[in-house]
Structure formats: C-alpha cells, structure tokens
C-alpha cells in the first residue's frame, strides 16, 4: 500500500481484499478495493480572493465553486409552501458556503435563468454576497415547465468563467422532465459528465426516480427524496456541508492489466451501488481510469472483477494494477499517483483455498444484488405482475437481513409484509404510501460496510 499526502489535501490510502487463489482452469479474479481519504480538513485548498461587488469577475481559483438549481417550475405553486420551503432550503445552503467558494443560483423551469448573481458569472461567497443571493430567492415564484437538461447546460457555463477546481452542483426538483425529450436531457447529462458532480434531490412524490436518480448517477452525486418539503432546509444544509467538505477533485481508479487479461467489469460498492465500468477511458497501453469525483475525508468500496489468462497449478500472476490518481490537465505531464495497490491470482490443486469467497466479496456482490432486486420487484409491482414482485422483494428481505442493511430493511416492510426474513417469505401489502414506494426505490442503491 502506498500512500500519497500534500499540504491541504487528503493522504490516501488503497487496501485490496481478495482471495487470490483459483482452481486450475479458473480465470476469474475478484477484488474489493478500499480507497480511504484522510487529513483532508475543511479548508478547501488555496483561499480564494473576496470581493464586495458580486459583478466582479472572480479570480481564478483552485478552491470550490458550487451551483444551486431550484425548480421553480408551475407545480412548485402546489401547495403554496413547497416554493417558500425551497427558498429557505436554498437560503440555509447558501449560510452554510465556506466565504470564498464561488457560488451562483439558477431558476429552473423549461428554460434556465442565472438569478444570481445574475451576469453569467460565479459570485464570491462572503458577508455580503449571502445577503445578497438571500434576497434575490425572496422574488423567485412559481411557473412554466421542466427541463432538467437547460439548467444543468447553463450549470456548465457558469463554472467555465472561472478556475475553480472543485465543481459542485446541487439540483432540486418536484416534477417530471416534461419540457425537454429524454434524448435532450441525456445529451446534456453526457456534456456535462466529468466536469462537475451533482447531488440531485425530488420533492414530494410527483417526480419521476429514474430521472433524478439518472442526474446522480452521470454526475457522480447522489440522489434522494424529500417527500416533505418541510425537510428541505435540513437536507440542503447536509448536502452544503458535504460538498464544503471536498477537497480533491477529479480522482480517478486507474488500472492496469497484463497482456490477454481483461477487465470485466468495475463498481463502486459502498456508500452506494454504481457501475462504472462504461465510463472507462483509456490511460495507455492496458491501462485505464473510471471516475470517483470528488473526494473529502472519506472512505469508499471498489468491486473490480478481472478474467485472466489460464495457467498451470503452481503458477502466479499480478492480475491488476490499482492506482489512484489525479489525470494531469491535457499536455501538461503525467498523472499524479496517490496510492495503489495489487490483485494476485494464484492456481492451486488446494480445493479449500481455491473455492473459499473473500468475506468482502461475498458480503458486496450479495449487496448488488440486493440493489438489482429491489428495482425489478418495484418494476414488477408497477406492471402488475404480483407473484414476480412477491418473489424479487422477498428476496430482497432476505439479503437486506442476511447482511445487516437496517435501513434497507425497514423501507422494505412498508412495502411488503414480512413473513420470515431469513427465508424472504413475504406478502405484498395491498396499500402502499407512494412516498414509501419512491423512497424505496430512490434509496435503493445505498449499502452498508462489510465488517472487517
């Protein structure tokens, strides 16, 4: 294990949990890659320059930047507290930016409007900037449509007028992606994939999941519900707090494999279930990155799977190379190794050896499945298939308790009745809350730490 530390930055860390011994003829290889960021601090990198005038062009920075998308859409009118509980959820998030970090307010609805500080530009958070973009929320209302795509587009422009190394956006929604088609709003998540991270939150229950968790998912942010927008304060507050909270941006899981081996697929684990595998780009001859944002003081899970070559009993190879790195900026030199670490594959005639599952591996593959179950019951219930839904949901009691995920469980049995969870006997309930259900599946991806 190596570790890499720089003033005012996290010293990481990268752990590989495996068992690496196959059978003869074996040629898969499974890994649970531990990267850990410590050290970090709250103090966001190289201190930005302040400025009294919010039309002041920032300066560039290699601090933080953050972009606050309210849906200001015509169903935000109902009921009426839901528009005036977003503007003090805005307003909280905006107290909570560290003075200095770069910061502006959009509108959204079908179109974007930049409402603060409303010249195309990042304003400087201090004292009076926060009064300021305070003020300007007290004249947001409520009318038009959605489109998602518009807000995170003009998102994009806005941290491009300044230097900020850090980008973060945070995006609130109550409604459906009506005002756009859905190839739009995916054109506009690719543009902006890479170039900023994205918490993205639906309030009440009539938003769609898979849009918002879509938003998350390529902006590698998360995704939640706030059934009711009383909640939002609190929620925007933690989300601030988190995002203040980073201090390196554009990390990346970099490996490396010998000649004829092949990665088959890499996914972040833990806090939370994604596929990364598709999002690979090539970093040289048999190596490539797969990106994990931003990071903070913070510990997070890989699966990385890998197919190797056959060999003889007795016989030993490095599988994988595992590095973390920061990419250097295009022509301006080699990546930035932070820490790294090695997958071993060795073939032995040792049955007991050879067929034993990795606890992290066993424990985080059950995990995924757990995931993947939970949204194909959801979908079943949703088509009308009962007995598909009974069984897919019951399965999912059963990895939720054999795993230890409390929280999972608990949003389970507001969905099924549980009738033995060590079996996943269950029955569908025949009234579900749709805020239960949404919750369900919006929370669906997020998985608990394996017990080292």
Known sequence: MANFSKSQQPQFSVDVYQNAYLPEGGREVNAIVTVTAIGGGTTGGVPLARSADASAAPAPASGGAVVLMVDCSGSMEYPPTKMRNARDATAAAIDTLRDGTLFAVVAGTHVAKDVYPGNGRLATADHLTKAQAKKALRG?????????????RLADRLFDTAGAGLRHG????DGRNEHEAPED?????DACAGRFTCDARGVGTDWEVKEVTAVA??????????????????DFTRMM?????????????????PVDTEILFVKQVAPAVADLSGRRTEAGPRAGDYPTGSWGDESRDYHVCVRVPQARIGQEM????????????SGEGAAQTLAQGLVRAVWTDDMVASTAMNPQVAHYTGQAELARVIQQGLDARKAGDLDGATA???????????SGNEDTAKLLSKVVDVVDAATGTVRLKAKVAEADEMTLETRSTKTVRVKK
């Not at 945070?170 to 929604?173: D, F």
């Not at 709003?185 to 998540?189: E, F």
């Open 140 to 152: 947001l209302g409520a009318g038009g449509g959605t489109a998602i795509g518009t807000w995170l």
């Open 170 to 173: 945070i995006l609130l929604t």
């Open 185 to 189: 709003l995916r054109a506009a998540l």
């Open 217 to 234: 998912s390529a902006l590698l942010g998360t995704a939640d519900i706030v059934a009711d927008p009383a909640g939002l304060a609190a």
């Open 241 to 257: 707090e988190n995002a203040m909270g980073k201090e390196v941006a554009d990390v990346a899981l970099r490996l490396w494999t």
């Open 318 to 329: 490095l599988a994988a190379r595992v590095s973390l790195v920061l990419p250097a900026p």
């Open 392 to 402: 897919k949901l019951g399965r999912a009691v059963q990895l939720a308790s054999a």
